[in-house]
Every structure is written in structure tokens, then in C-alpha cells.
């Protein structure tokens, strides 16, 4: 099981570390521009038919798939809506990678990014009514400061030529992290109101992303898409950020059923490093004092947060224990 779960977190760094870098290069480059909103749009169609398939998997017949797809989706619309919630906020959220990735370098990017723990523990204190312990607050405030750091004075890039803005870049992490955080616990909550299976909640979640990133395709580049073709400016590359995204979406259901907040911090943290060292190599960004700091108390917060609850609880009776001990002794 510790290998399964390490294999898990392994391929969930890469993935998270190699997606962010890749997405960045795709948005750096000279060549013809994509429209990064029918990039999500196609993630979203992949990640559907790969849930189909694990979906056919789990089900180990074709009528048995059949009839929990004519259950669950067609005949369930009322779920099919209550889904459709995240699903507009994810696909916010993933619009807003692609934008922010074309103002900001990866490495800051990354650590930014992951302003999403104490977003996501806000909405689990306010949406799940669960607690977080003072260690746990203390560590959302480090991971505060750590962000503020790295984007005090963002760290330069010497390889890139395109006109960037790292205050709006900011602004797009901002509104990314704020969906991650209501999405995912929305997510949590939907799933454990029932006992339905992921990957059922998975395609209704997929199938209203798909209409909704079309509208958004629409929206924002309806003339320039008719007129240049949906998969303008696709290059090998993005395909293969495409295909990152939609691994990556996936196995974040999975390792959050399989792992728990330590693990995935770790990832988080190895990650930061993995990106870091990949935009010094490819982007040459110039490491400041600032962003290295900054991007250490992100690491170690995130490792503070991920703590056991219990320990921190248990240590505080301890001590009243042996304070009340004390008192009366003194007594």
C-alpha cells in the first residue's frame, strides 16, 4: 500500500511540476497563439471519456455501464445541475492557469498557487463545519507570508520576450485559487451527501463542464475560432499539456480518496522545487533572495499544516495535565 500511495504522489509531482512548466513554455513561444479556452474545453471531453472508461471498468459489463449511465445522467437531472456548480468554477479555474501562466513565471506561479490550502480551509471550516487546529492556522498565515515574498519583487526572466504583466498574472491566481478552494470542498460535500461512485459523480461533473467551457469558447473567442479553426495554433506541446491536465484531474480524485494532507503537501512541495529548477534551466529566471525565502516557508507551511491533528490536541492535555499537577503539588 506505501508503494502504491508513493507511486500515486510521485506521478501527481511530475504531473503538477512538468503540467505548470509545459503550459508556460506553450504560452512564451513565438509561434501562432492557441486559444487556451478550447484547450480546456478538449480537457474536459478527455476526462470524460476516461472516466467512461474506468466508469466501464468498475461496472465489468456493458449493461451494467449502460444502465448506471441512463441512471445517473439521464435520468438524474437534478444532479446533473447540482454538479453543474463546480463545474462553472473549475472551468473558471483552469481558464485562469492559461492566463495567469502567460503573465507569470512558473516557479512563481507554483508557490502562489498554493494559496489554495488556506483557501480550501476556509471553505471547509465554513462549508463542512469542521475545525482546524491553532498549529494549522499558524501554518496558513506562514504560507501567507511565504506568497507575499515571492511576489514582492517577482523573480526576472531572462529567456522571455512577450509582454507580460505579473499584477494581473496575480490577479488570475487570485480568482484560481479562490475556485479551487469552493469547487473542491463543494466536490468533497456532493460526494460524501450520497454514496454514488466517483466516477459517476466524475461524468456529471465532466458532462456540464463541457457545455460550460463551449459557452466559454464562445464567449471570449466565438469570431476567432470560426474564422482560424478550434485547434489553432496546436503544436505537440499542447497536446501535451492538454494531456497533463486531463491526467492530472484524474488523479487528483484518486490520491485524494488514497493519500492524506501530509503526502500531498510533499508533492506540493516537491513540485515548487521540480518547477523552480526547471524555469531556472529553460526560462532562466534569476533566483532572488525574496523568492527563495518566500518559497521555503511555503514548503515548510504546507508541511506544518499537513501535521496529525490529534498530536497537536494530545500534547496540549499533556501539559494541562501536568500543570494542574503542578498547581495542586504547590497547593
Known sequence: VMFFKLYCLTVMTLVAAT???ALRYTRTVSTEMYFSTTAVCITEVIKLFLSV?????ETSSLGRLVASLRENVCGNPKELLKLSIPSVVYAVQNN???????????AVYQVTYQLKIPCTALCTVLMLNRSLSKLQWFSVFMLCGGVTLVQWKPAETSNVQIEQNPFLGFVYIAVAVLCSGFAGVYFEKVLKSSDTSL?????????SGIIVTLAGVYASDGTRVIEKGFLY???PWVWFVIFLASVGG???SVVVKYTDNIMKGFSAAAAIVLSTAASVILFGLQITATFASGALLVCVS????????QD??????????KNTKEKLIAV
Open 19 to 21: 503540467y505548470t512548466v
Open 53 to 57: 472508461i474506468i466508469l466501464a471498468k
Open 96 to 106: 485562469m492557469a492559461f492566463l495567469a501562466l502567460s503573465n507569470l513565471d512558473a
Open 199 to 207: 466516477w459517476v459523480r466524475n461524468i456529471q461533473m465532466y458532462l
Open 233 to 235: 495554433g496546436y503544436t
Open 250 to 252: 484524474l488523479y487528483t
Open 302 to 309: 504546507i508541511y506544518i499544516y499537513g501535521l496529525p491533528k
Open 312 to 321: 497537536t490536541t494530545k500534547l496540549v492535555t499533556d501539559t494541562d495535565v
